[in-house]
């Protein structure tokens, strides 16, 4: 199973092949986003839904995140199963967003994202690979699953967003710190999450 292997070079890459995907459209499938992604290995994979549900105007509309968070739940299982090949129904890979919010959004991302790529570099590598990304794999289960509930919770969708970002990039940034700091992150949103719910 291949976790980190992309053509993607880092964040801002995946953001204006999300604006290209989105380009002369009403509407934009996740669909399309995977194949304006070109690749389907578990780095991106955790990027894309991450970037949906972290972006403004997008991440904040009712059943992008628990949406977001099924992408996440699938293909953490499949990877955790040792899946020869990531598979998403149909009915997932045809639900869409407004077009002109997604550009909207990425249009926001894009400073911050060239900003957060000079930072990028492969390091601490047993923190991405072999059990490290099965590690992160389990902790993406986890912040999946919780979706449902973060849409009660002000913000923490956002934060849910920003783990899976993390993860996604530092799977293809062999980065190991940035997977580090995202662990941390998950961490504190679980504890807010279960502040707030108790």
Request: cysteine-free.
């Amino acid at each position: 199973m291949e976790t980190n292997d992309s053509d993607l070079s880092g964040l801002d890459d995946m953001l204006g092949r999300m604006d290209d995907a989105a380009q002369d459209k009403e509407r934009v499938t996740f669909d399309d986003m995977l194949d304006a992604a070109g690749s389907r290995s578990f780095g991106p994979l955790l990027l894309l839904p991450g970037l949906v549900t972290l972006a403004p105007l997008v991440g904040d509309i009712p059943g992008v995140p628990v949406m977001m968070g099924a992408v996440v739940v699938l293909t953490s299982v499949q990877l955790l199963l040792r899946r020869d090949h990531f598979w998403l129904p149909q009915w997932l890979l045809r639900r869409s967003v407004e077009s002109a919010k997604l550009r909207k959004a990425v249009g926001w991302l894009r400073r911050p994202a060239r900003f957060v790529d000079r930072l990028l570099r492969p390091r601490l590598g047993v923190l991405v690979h072999g059990a490290g990304a099965y590690l992160i794999a389990l902790v993406s289960l986890a912040v999946a699953l919780l979706t449902p509930a973060m849409e009660v919770v002000p913000f923490s969708a956002n934060a849910a967003g920003l783990v899976l970002t993390a993860f996604g990039l530092a799977l293809i940034a062999s980065d190991g710190l940035l997977s580090l700091l995202a662990l941390l992150i998950a961490g504190g949103t679980f504890a807010v999450l279960l502040m707030n719910l108790i």
